[in-house]
């Protein structure tokens, strides 16, 4: 098997050698970038399999290094490394395109775990395109669509949606969206999901029609296309 390619974008050398050495002790090949700008070049000129981003570095902090690094079209994933354990802070990484974040101080051991699910995902692509009502989801092209009219989503939003469009009908408890969305199972998650299932249902469910997703109060969430029900 191909070793996998991690970059780290950490300032504090003690903790970049730390992650560096354990990650080469697991297998992994491992880079490191000591500021935001470096951190964009090693990024965008390698095809890294994943990246791990201290929200906190010098002059160009770990957010814009992430919408940097998706508007230059860098589609591995990325951790985000955050010391404030907001749900602002956990939004608007999620906003700026990261696949996940982890809390500092964390273990080795999560960090591992959150590596391997996020392997896990992107390898787990069905090819088959995924239908509800006019709402037309590509996995292999993630590409989405309401009645033709393409929609842009983030990568977590689409995330989301895939997670609903696989199981439709089906109320989804939010930890079970967290998890098999995101591959997380935090409770301060569930206010996240509230405000992802908002951005979906803006860019997916206004201005069309019927609705498709549900909120089932006390239970989760639902996509379904209630007129079609017999
Ligand atoms: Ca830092």
Redesign the pocket.
């Known amino acids: 098997m191909d070793k996998v390619r991690v970059l780290i974008v950490?300032?504090?050398r003690k903790m970049a050698n730390l992650l560096k050495r354990g990650l080469e002790e697991e297998g992994y090949t491992v880079d490191l970038a000591a500021d935001g700008p470096e951190g964009i070049l090693l990024g965008t000129d390698n095809p890294y399999d994943m990246i791990l981003l201290?929200i906190?570095?010098p002059g160009q902090d770990g957010i814009e290094v992430c919408r940097t690094l998706r508007t230059s079209g860098v589609s591995a994933p990325i951790i985000m490394l955050t010391a404030r354990d907001t749900v602002d802070m956990k939004v608007s990484a999620l906003d700026s395109g990261a696949d996940d974040y982890l809390t500092k101080p964390f273990s080795f051991a999560e960090l591992l775990a959150r590596l391997r699910a996020l392997q896990r995902r992107t390898k787990t692509e069905v090819p088959a395109k995924l239908q509800v009502a006019d709402l037309v989801v590509d996995p292999i092209t993630r590409r989405v669509s309401r009645g033709g009219q393409e929609i842009i989503l983030t990568p977590k939003e689409y995330a989301l949606l895939d997670c609903l469009m696989r199981h439709p009908n089906q109320v989804l408890s939010r930890t079970v969206l967290a998890e098999s969305a995101w591959g997380e199972s935090y409770d301060a998650l569930t206010n996240v999901i509230d405000v992802y299932i908002n951005y979906l249902r803006n860019k997916i469910d206004r201005g069309f029609e019927p609705k498709l997703i549900h909120t089932r109060r006390g239970l989760g969430y639902v996509l379904e296309d209630e007129t079609s029900r017999g």
């Open positions: 950490e300032d504090e201290d906190a570095l």
